[in-house]
């Protein structure tokens, strides 16, 4: 059989059923043995969102994303994408076809050299000589992208290769030279670590997107709960621990909660489980404690000790190590250490908004909060929306949230949702984004009217880009803000409608229920124009 068909044949038997592209000349091939199989294939309108499409599914899903895309520009349009999945950690194969083969070197019509373009953030990448490799090369890129530390694979196929005929293997032994992910940890480092902790008095589980990638959250729940030690999550582990626990303590980070913060710069033990500890993390922390143990549980060796000395490195799967963890007794010693947290909770409070008019997009999340299903996604954007979203969306019972946390690229909101939803579509799926990010995806609003997809899309739209308006004028003053003026007006109501979607403007408070109420009533999809002043800050 061709190879076009060869990789069908082998997607069904990863079980993906579904895949996003944008086709083109170089995968004609591939789009025609497509067009016959029962895999259910999404045009997105844009490259560049094809992989924010595939991650929202992977994340939804627990398995790996699939996208297509032709040579040259849909490729190198894949990039972005391709990179945010890298930095978060997400397992995705990316498909691309290439020029033939006899032309790659020549800058042919459409010819980018996308494995090289990609290679600094790609887990791996291959590019197809020998049409005959395609089936180990296949059952090798779902290998790497879903084990170990997850991340995407990318495979470029020349058009030739994809026409040439082939005997159909599916089933290939796995053995990657230098690929060997460690599993279980250390024997000796996870007594190490348990001793340590025992000795601790002001012990703290700093817990990454590695929990939720490894799918151990009843092990944290477990280990943190028997042993009462408080929690506090970075960016990207948001969702890894139940925010209605007593343990619960924050987000960490420049974007963070005080509580977490002080308590990561006070702690004597700190667990790291899943997180790169990177600079947005560790960001306006201050000092840490000078005499403080860090004992740091990552799959992979290169992130522990990477950004902060780790005094115990685990290497292994957080969900095994959590496990061996979970199997022994601890006795640790933290009665005061959680009175000292619980008074400090009880005099917290909310700075109060100040009256800039419009709506308050904290006052608006908390509503929609406490409105959602016990099984809702929020997918947020980059930017000021993505701090309003984290910080009051309470991340409780089967609740998710997704984000792009490493390299923070605006316009992920959108499509993200739109593969989560497409995971799961008995499941509230919200979208919120800020007007400047809307405006580089809103084209993807197509897919859910096409998909009929009841996904709710929040847009915060104060007519700045409000991130970078804050640090121009935290950094250089209030009368130096430039380039982030979206000073002409769009109906983003009106645009909906163009695509088949209601909509509602909100911009005064006592609606902000009625509108929520609205939008919730069925599963149909919606956006909600939500008006913002311009000068109200994420902090």
């Known amino acids: 059989m061709k190879v076009a068909n060869a990789i069908i044949k082998h997607l069904e038997k990863e079980q993906i059923k579904t895949v996003f592209g944008y086709p083109g000349g170089a995968v004609l091939a591939l789009y025609e043995e497509l067009r016959k199989s029962a895999i259910h294939h999404v045009l997105v309108r844009n490259e560049q969102s094809a992989v924010h499409y595939a991650s929202g599914f992977a994340r939804k899903s627990s398995t790996v994303g699939v996208c297509i895309a032709t040579s040259g520009p849909g490729a190198t349009n894949l990039i972005t994408g391709i990179a945010t999945a890298y930095m978060d950690s997400i397992p995705i194969v990316i498909i691309t076809g290439q020029v033939t083969s006899s032309l790659i070197g020549t800058d042919a019509f459409q010819e980018a050299d996308i494995t090289g373009a990609t290679q600094p953030f790609t887990k791996h990448s291959y590019l197809v000589r020998d049409a005959n490799d395609i089936g180990r090369i296949l059952n090798e890129a779902f290998h790497i992208a879903s084990t170990g530390r997850p991340g995407p694979v990318l495979i470029d196929i ?5 026409n040439e005929q082939i005997k159909l293997e599916l089933k290939h032994k796995i053995d990657i030279t230098g690929y060997k992910p460690t ?3 250390h024997k000796g480092q996870i007594k190490r670590s348990l001793t340590k902790l025992k000795s601790a008095t002001k012990p703290l589980i700093f817990a990454g997107g590695g929990v939720l990638s490894s799918n151990a959250k009843e092990e944290l729940k477990e280990f943190a709960t028997k042993n009462k030690i408080p929690v506090v999550n970075s960016l990207m582990g948001l969702g890894s621990f139940d925010h209605s626990s007593p343990l619960y303590c924050g987000l960490v980070g420049s974007h963070g909660h005080v ?3 002080k308590l990561f710069t006070s702690a004597d033990v700190i667990v790291v489980i899943g997180a790169r500890m990177s600079n947005r993390a560790m960001h306006n922390l201050g000092t840490l404690n000078p005499e403080v143990e860090i004992i740091h549980i990552d799959i992979d060796p290169a992130e522990i000790s990477k950004n902060v000395a780790a005094t115990i490195p685990v290497v292994g799967d957080a969900k095994t190590i959590l496990k061996e963890f979970n199997s022994k007794e601890c006795h640790i010693k933290t009665t005061q250490w959680l009175y000292d947290i619980n008074k400090h909770k009880s005099f917290q409070k909310e700075t109060e908004d100040d ?5 308050s997009p904290k006052r608006f999340m908390k509503a929609l909060s406490k ?6 996604t929020l997918v947020a954007d980059v930017g000021q929306n993505q701090f309003w979203a984290t910080r009051n969306y309470d991340i409780t019972k089967n609740r998710s949230f997704m984000t792009s946390g490493g390299l923070g690229t605006m316009g992920y909101s959108l499509p993200a949702a739109i593969g989560a939803k497409l995971a799961n579509k008995d499941q509230q799926v919200i ?3 800020g007007d400047g990010g809307f405006q580089m995806c809103l084209q993807e609003l197509a897919v859910v009217s096409e998909q009929s997809l009841g996904l709710k899309i929040i847009i915060f739209k104060n007519n700045r880009l ?4 804050e640090m121009q004028t935290n950094v250089l003053g209030a009368n130096k803000t430039f380039g982030v003026h979206l000073d002409y007006e769009v109906d983003f109501v009106q645009l909906g409608k163009a695509y088949g979607i209601d909509g509602i403007r909100l911009d005064k408070e006592e609606d902000i229920d009625k509108t929520i109420q609205t939008i919730l009533s069925d599963d149909k999809p919606y956006i909600v124009e939500c008006i913002v002043s311009s000068e109200y800050n994420t902090l």
């Open 183 to 185: 599993i279980k940890g």
């Open 466 to 469: 409000g991130m970078v308006r």
């Open 371 to 376: 409105q959602l299903s016990d099984s809702s």
């Open 431 to 433: 979208s919120t984004i």
């Open 259 to 261: 509580l977490a913060n």
């Open 158 to 162: 020349p058009s030739d290769v994809m």
């Open 355 to 359: 009256n800039l008019g419009c709506v």
